[in-house]
């Protein structure tokens, strides 16, 4: 087995980009955090090479978007979570961008589709970013019942939609437990 895993870890895994997403957002301290507490409009360039993949697409409510946090600097594996400044937590039980392998993912609400440009809404992207892969969101396989989320379900998030959820705003706020 230490064979193998040493095998495993030596492998070069390289992706190309599909895409581009575009959105409002320039800089990291003022991008939300989380895209379903936002309104914001952007859009997702899909290369004219991968336009065919974009078949049906259309019939979609929301799309997952798969991408690389193309400004990230790396970081600790232990990591205080932008929700919570009391305790610093396992970088895989957090969504900050600073990880190992800085993928992100999204759920966005599709909008519309014009050729290789898909309008989106709840981005929570940077301006930018290198699009690694588009997969539907499908509700009969994407949601589960009876869901429990570790230590974010002991944080108090009343008016969390009404929050302007990003790092220097609840930096701002002091990141308090509300």
């Not at 895989?92 to 809404?121: C, D, M, Q, W, Y």
Request: net charge negative; aromatic share 10%; charged share 25%.
């Amino acid at each position: 087995m230490n064979e193998q895993n040493n095998a495993i870890k030596a492998m070069e895994i390289c992706y190309h980009p599909i895409g581009i997403i575009h959105s409002e957002f320039t800089n990291q301290e003022e991008t939300p955090i989380q895209g379903i507490f936002n309104e914001s409009v952007g859009t997702v360039e899909v290369f004219s090479e991968y336009a065919e993949g974009l078949q049906e697409i259309e019939s979609f409510s929301h799309i997952i978007l798969l991408y690389h946090f193309h400004r990230a600097q790396g970081g600790p594996l232990l990591q205080k979570p932008f929700l919570d400044v009391e305790k610093a937590r396992g970088i895989f039980a957090i969504r900050h961008f600073n990880r190992p392998n800085p993928l992100g993912i999204s759920i966005v609400r599709l909008l519309a589709v014009e050729g290789n440009i898909l309008t989106i809404k709840g981005v929570d992207i940077l301006d930018k970013t290198p699009l690694i892969d588009i997969k539907p969101y499908v509700f009969q396989f994407d949601n589960r019942d009876e869901v429990s989320s570790g230590w974010v379900d002991n944080q108090h998030f009343d008016g969390i939609a009404e929050w302007n959820s990003t790092p220097k705003a609840l930096r701002d706020r002091k990141r308090i437990n509300l």
